[in-house]
């Protein structure tokens, strides 16, 4: 009995926890923007939906952030508790372009717009807009450069992120679409290592032992740019062979300017969120007819323009501070 | 009665067993390697011999941990996130130190006080393991899967969701030097195993180990105090990935708030493919350390080959579960 009762006590108290944690309501009842993202697991991903959450707060809306953890039933439960709960509109970064669809569309059906950030879903009447990320212009543009910086020869490896992931590939081909061209930059070997830093410097260890004489490496991201870095200073090669990234984190725009890494394609999370959010608002006051499809162009970020940048865009004219 | 069948056949059978078992992880390995080497000419070099033990000298400091717990018949699934959270304390605290903006108070941190932290982050954590699974109950699995999560939870409120990075050349070295000609995770791990198998092979705390992992209900009637013994061990599996993390986090230079995700999983495979009894009681420190080497091995073999990304994780599947049949076969004939 005693027993019981101090379980029904830690109930009350976890329940209590609960309500600690809910957000205080405002009595004027606020429309409700849900910020759908679907990872919280990675820094790119937490700046998107930040800033997407604090811009729907900024235009004077309640806000909150679901993660779906990459996981597209995990992001089909957060459709229905949003459409459920009375939200008015989706921010919305799917998990894939195929398995989200249903989800965008369980929303229109309700008559909750989506707007879909960063990533999009293969459907031309679910979301009402879709502010995406140009990945594969942006990979042609690094391709370019990196032809540039090689003179037209020499081995490379690339380190390709998540292979269950769009953007991956989107990142990949748009690379080879020029780089391939020239048959004297040859690839001699081509391997995963998942977004993440350990395993890209895990995976270029063992490469190097394999192609001692590389003279670059392309990361589909710039976790796995500063990961190859690393594994290149171990070996102390990092002096002869060029690194590029992807993305434009803080780490890599650094090195960048340090002279550690070439060059990042700089992609503006902050941009798209926000839009994504004046979109919304502008959808509560009446506008219904945007753009389907709305392409934020990726950046080329190298030596000679990094002081224009900072992590995950570019400098303000009043931002000299950092 | 009992003291007397020591020497009966049967019981020979058995011990010739176990050291079977041993044998057979060890000719799976020869035959991985003898494979790789024959297939490319840089698998057997002194090199990528120092590359694979630096690459597995996490999972070996993680999977010694675990061995302990999965001897006790437990598991623990938390010490991927807990790896994470240890190396993002360190990091945090040796780059920001502490600011309390109500008392203007500012702590910094050395480099010995901040990884002193991170361990005890661990361990602390490991300790709760232990705590909620013999004070209430609640089995390993569950217990430290919630764990997994509330240690990955803290990782991101405490790094914001964003890495740690730049901590220092002294820092650094910890995951990237040279001692003697031996890297130094080589020899932190090294270190590791080497004591866990005094403790495990020579001591009474070894001993009740096996003991409860054999037969929890004669282990207590026999007197001993197996939440402490189980606590002890959750507790030693926590600080041991506390370790590893400060390895990792040192090796990038950088804490990640998602590093360590599916580590449990690549330790859970080297403590079976080293033959340890995922029921408890049966196994062997050296085992698992052979498991780590063989997984290393696959992992650096397959990249030196450079098969493609969506082969090398079904091969990598197929080792495993070909690892654990063996096993099984084996203890059908014990």
Known sequence: MIKEKKYFLLLIFSFGLLWGCKNKTTSEQPKKIAVIVSTLNNPWFVFLAEKASAQAKKLGYESKIFDSQNNTSLETDHFENAIASGFNAILFNPTDAEGSVANVMRAKAASVPVFCMDREVNTTDGATSQILSDSYSGCVALGKYFVEKMNKQGKYVELLGLVSDNNTWNRSKGFHSLVDHYPNLKMVAQQSADFDRNKAMEVLESILQANPDIDAVFCGNDAMAMGAYQALVAAGKADHVKVFGFDGAEDAVNAIKDGKIEATAMQFPQVMAETAARYADEYFKGKKDFPKKMPVAVELVTEKNVDDYIAYGKKEPDQQKK | ?334
Not at chain 2, 6 to 27: D, H, R, V, W
């Open chain 2, 1 to 334: 009665m009992q003291a007397l069948a020591k020497s009966t056949p049967e019981s020979n059978m058995k011990k010739y067993g176990s050291s079977l078992a041993k044998f057979q992880s060890l000719i799976a390995l020869v035959i991985l390697c003898l494979t790789i080497s024959l297939l490319s000419d840089k698998f057997f070099t002194v090199d990528n011999a120092w590359n694979v033990m630096r690459q597995i000298s996490v999972n070996i400091c993680i999977a010694t941990g675990m061995t302990l717990v999965v001897l006790t018949a437990g598991i623990d699934l938390s010490v991927g996130s807990v790896l994470a959270l240890a190396g993002a304390i360190t990091a945090g605290l040796l780059r920001n130190g502490i600011e309390i903006p109500a008392g203007n108070l500012y702590i910094g941190f050395t480099l010995l006080g901040a990884v002193v932290a991170g361990l005890l982050t661990g361990a602390l954590l490991g300790a709760f393991n232990g705590w909620t699974i013999t004070r209430f109950k609640v089995p390993p699995f569950v217990a430290t899967l919630a764990v997994l999560t509330i240690a990955r939870g803290f990782t991101m409120l405490w790094t914001k969701g964003f890495p740690i990075s730049s901590l220092g050349e002294n820092f650094a070295f910890l995951g990237t030097g040279w001692f003697l000609g031996i890297p130094l995770p080589v020899w932190i791990s090294g270190i590791i195993v080497i004591a866990a198998v005094v403790v495990t092979n020579k001591t009474r705390f070894g001993r009740y180990v096996y003991a409860i992992g054999g037969n929890e209900n004669a282990a207590k009637l026999s007197g001993i105090n197996i939440n402490r013994i189980k606590i002890a061990v959750y507790t030693i599996a926590g600080g041991l990935a506390a370790i590893g993390g400060i390895i990792v986090t040192s090796r990038l230079d950088s804490a990640q708030p998602n590093a360590g995700i599916t580590y449990e999983l690549d330790a859970i495979a080297a403590v079976v493919i080293g033959g340890t009894s995922l029921s408890g009681g049966r196994g062997s420190i050296m085992g698992t350390v052979l498991g780590a080497i063989i997984i290393g091995v696959l992992n650096n073999g397959l990249v030196l080959l450079n098969v493609s990304p969506f082969w090398q994780q079904v091969v990598k599947g197929f080792v495993i579960l070909l690892a654990v049949m063996i096993d099984k076969a084996n203890s059908k004939n014990d």
